[in-house]
């Protein structure tokens, strides 16, 4: 089936630590973006790729970073340096206007 | 500076009755205006769209109904259901130019009461 795969879907992460959000998809988008949730603020998008090799920041980029090496795949790292992370992550792809999002990764520092 | 604004934030409506969600947008150069089902735990997904050169679009219970003039653009969803008590995010992108980045309003927690 094609789609959108979030891995984990929970992660728990220690105070100054680095964690690595997984995102594959096989709908062969050429545009991925990593969306933030969080209660009452709908989403906001951390960072954006339209193709291998090329990303921006989105609008709450900072403590966070991402790689576009494959077409398939769109990993986001949550840096020591992000004071909040604990939220939901939502990985996207799009072709065209219609956006396509996985299941999400819920991350909780303890 | 939120670009789609979102209203209201929770809504409860009983089974059968209508749900209307509403948004404002601010920057006139956006010209998709998609709607986004998020059921708890899940991703969100198409619910359905509009572009501007229409004033109404509609599937089965829900319709998109999109004032220009206002910045404006609601949704509709007509004897609702238990079923669709989720949250739903209106949401706004330029197309092309801006590679389909969506602004997102902050979304309506929506129960239908059986």
């Known amino acids: 089936d094609g789609g959108i795969t979030q891995s984990p879907k929970y992660l728990f992460r220690k105070e100054g630590q680095n964690v690595t959000l997984s995102c594959e998809q096989n709908?062969?988008?050429?545009?991925m973006y990593w969306y933030r949730q969080d209660p009452g603020q709908g989403l906001r998008l951390i960072y954006y790729?339209?193709?291998?090799?090329?990303?921006q920041k989105g609008d709450i980029a900072e403590g966070y970073s991402v790689s576009r090496e494959k077409k398939e795949s769109f990993p986001l790292t949550v840096t020591s340096a992000q004071k909040n992370p604990t939220a939901f992550y939502l990985c996207?792809?799009?072709?065209?206007?219609?956006?396509?999002f996985g299941q999400g990764t819920r991350l909780t520092v303890v | 500076q939120q670009q789609v604004k979102q209203s209201p934030q929770s809504l409860i409506v009983q089974k059968g009755g209508i749900s209307i969600i509403n948004c404002a947008y601010e920057?006139?150069?956006?010209?998709?205006f998609p709607w986004y089902q998020q059921f708890p735990g899940k991703g969100p997904a198409l619910l359905i769209a509009?572009?501007?050169?229409?004033s109404e679009k509609k599937e089965g219970r829900f319709t998109i109904s999109f004032n220009k003039s206002a910045k404006q653009f609601s949704l509709h969803i007509m004897d609702s259901q238990p079923g669709d008590s989720a949250t739903y995010f209106c949401?706004?992108?330029?197309?092309?130019?801006?590679?389909?980045?969506?602004?997102f309003g902050k979304g309506t927690l929506l129960t239908v009461n059986p």
């Open positions: 509009i572009r501007p050169d229409v």
């Open positions: 920057n006139t150069a956006f010209d998709y």
């Open positions: 709908l062969n988008h050429d545009a």
């Open positions: 790729s339209q193709i291998v090799n090329d990303f």
């Open positions: 996207a792809s799009s072709i065209w206007t219609e956006a396509f």
């Open positions: 949401a706004a992108s330029m197309t092309p130019g801006s590679n389909y980045k969506l602004t």
